[in-house]
């Protein structure tokens, strides 16, 4: 079995991670000629072309296969840097900051109960990378390679992954009292829906229609939404009266015993399932962030049925 050259290697997901030739330099204090080289190196011993040069850069069939075999190499030394340390608690390591550890979770899991569960890690000195993204995509970036694992809502277990159920994130519609008063005095429902904006994390965010179809039996709505792109700049939006948003309970709980948000539709809730996938690799690192995300979400979620892996 060939040997790749782990600085190529790095290099390769540099050019992939960073969007191009220059940034990956700047990442590997390196000259572009350089990274230039390693990459025709690499793709020399490999026998095919890995990234297509274009406008973005994307990778090839083989150069996703190469990435992911980049991710688990750094698993490996990340699995090394923690034995080593435990063997001498004095020894710093010799990991390189290029050499992170990329998860995908969902941003309102960020912003409720994931981010804590990682603490104890990333205070131990595990170089974690957070790539987020909605729920439904983030299994994406696990299937190309890009990250070893994922909060998602996809409840079927990837090729080469375990799966386990974290628990059901409750999503509850909510406004500013004072929109509420002026807009809905009645709180939401099937008469006015269509009347008022709803705030949605972005284009792929379907959590409003999906609110709105299960608790009025509707089998399709066309809603008036606004876009903000952050789970912390949503609910800031509705405090500040730009209309109504599917939250999750979690997040806007106290807001909503203050007064301050009210809550337009008591006896609804949409529950999303989220499950945690990753590499089905032995690695402590992996058993790791498995374990801290399931306390979490043990503590913080609504328990789940046992998932099937």
Not at 14 to 21: C, Q, S, V
Not at 81 to 101: F, M, V
Not at 215 to 238: H, I, N, T, Y
Request: aromatic letters at 6%.
């Amino acid at each position: 079995m060939s040997t790749f050259d782990p600085d190529a290697l790095e290099c390769l997901a540099a050019i992939i991670e960073e969007g191009g030739f220059e940034r990956a330099a700047q990442r590997l204090s390196i000259t572009q000629s350089a990274v230039s080289q390693r990459l025709r190196a690499l793709e020399a011993q490999v026998g095919t072309v890995l990234i297509v040069r274009s406008r973005p850069l994307k990778p090839t069939s083989a150069g996703q296969l190469m990435l992911k075999h980049a991710k688990m190499m750094r698993l490996l030394r990340a699995d090394l840097e923690k034995d080593l340390k435990e063997l001498a608690p004095s020894s710093t390591g010799n990991g390189r900051e290029e050499e992170r550890i990329a998860v995908a979770i969902n941003a309102d899991s960020i912003a409720t109960w994931a981010l804590p569960a990682l603490n104890p890690l990333a205070q131990g000195g595990l170089p974690i990378e957070i790539i987020t993204d909605d729920q439904e995509f983030t299994h994406e970036w696990l299937r190309e390679g890009k990250v070893l694992g994922c909060v998602t809502s996809l409840g079927q277990a990837l090729r080469g992954c375990k799966m386990e159920a974290l628990g059901d994130m409750e999503y509850v519609p909510v406004a500013s009292a004072e929109f509420a008063a002026q807009h809905l005095g009645k709180g939401l429902t099937t008469h006015n829906f269509h009347k008022v904006p709803f705030v949605a994390f972005n284009r792929k965010d379907h959590l409003q229609h999906e609110f709105v179809m299960r608790a009025f039996g509707l089998q399709r709505v066309m809603l008036k939404q606004l876009f903000v792109p952050s789970s912390e700049g949503r609910v800031r939006a509705v405090q500040a009266g730009w209309g109504v948003s599917v939250l999750p309970e979690l997040q806007v709980r106290e807001l909503i015993a203050k007064g301050e948000l009210v809550n337009l539709a008591p006896r609804d809730s949409l529950n999303v399932a989220l499950y945690w996938h990753c590499w089905n690799l032995s690695s402590d690192v992996l058993d790791a962030l498995s374990t801290a995300l399931r306390k979490a979400a043990a503590r913080s979620l609504t328990p789940a049925a046992k998932a099937q892996t």
